[in-house]
């Protein structure tokens, strides 16, 4: 299962809390490319994989050499729907090595 939405980075915590709390503590991965950077919080349970991948930061201090305050703006304005999409994977356990991060595009493409 693939879920996909804008959601308050407080409500979004308080799943992650949820989670820890009824499974365990999370492994969590910093997934950083040139502009963004996101956050993935991975439970393995015994028949399934949980992931709750946080909604995208863009990465200021890689832009202020290279381009001005007008442009991280334009960025912002432009990647706003990206930035405050949130993402929950629900996988069986037998498709994981199937679909985590093979998938370059599409609900599946931050599955890593």
Known sequence: MAATGKI???KVQNIIDYLTKTY???TVETKKSFLFTTYHY???LDDRLIQIVTGKKLEEQNLNHIISEKDKKQI???EKDNLAET???ICSKTYVDQLKGKLISGNWSDFK
């Open 8 to 10: 308050d980075p407080e």
């Open 24 to 26: 365990q503590e999370p």
């Open 42 to 44: 991975t439970w393995i």
């Open 76 to 78: 912002q304005e432009i």
């Open 87 to 89: 993402h929950l994977y």
